[in-house]
């Protein structure tokens, strides 16, 4: 199994290799669906992209961490982190280790 990361490049190659479009018309779709993910959180929004999962905005409370190097305890601010959720038919692809269909 393969530990290379997926990165924008790559994802704007691929829609190079399908569609057709040029690499640069490639890069700025891929820049602009980001955009448009980035901008749902900053609103506060969830995004759900269907057969593939959802990401959602939580809430983590204020806690005591503890440094590991140290031991010291250190207050861990109140924040908003991003979750990722798969759907259930990516993670049966997963589990079964086959490409989606893609029609």
Do not use: W
Not at 20 to 40: F, K, N, Q
Not at 60 to 83: A, D, L
Request: aromatic share 6%.
């Amino acid at each position: 199994m393969s530990n290379k990361t997926l990165t924008r490049a790559d994802l704007s190659e691929a829609v190079y290799d399908k569609l057709g479009l040029s690499r640069t018309e490639s890069y700025d779709l891929v820049e602009e669906i980001l955009e448009e993910i980035i901008c749902a959180f900053e609103k506060g929004e969830d995004v759900k992209i269907t057969s593939f999962g959802s990401f959602l905005l939580r809430d983590k409370t204020e806690r005591i961490g503890r440094n590991p190097k140290t031991g010291i305890e250190v207050p861990i601010t109140s924040r908003k982190v991003v979750v990722f959720r798969p759907s259930e038919l990516l993670k049966e692809h997963v589990r079964l280790q086959k490409p989606l269909d893609r029609e």
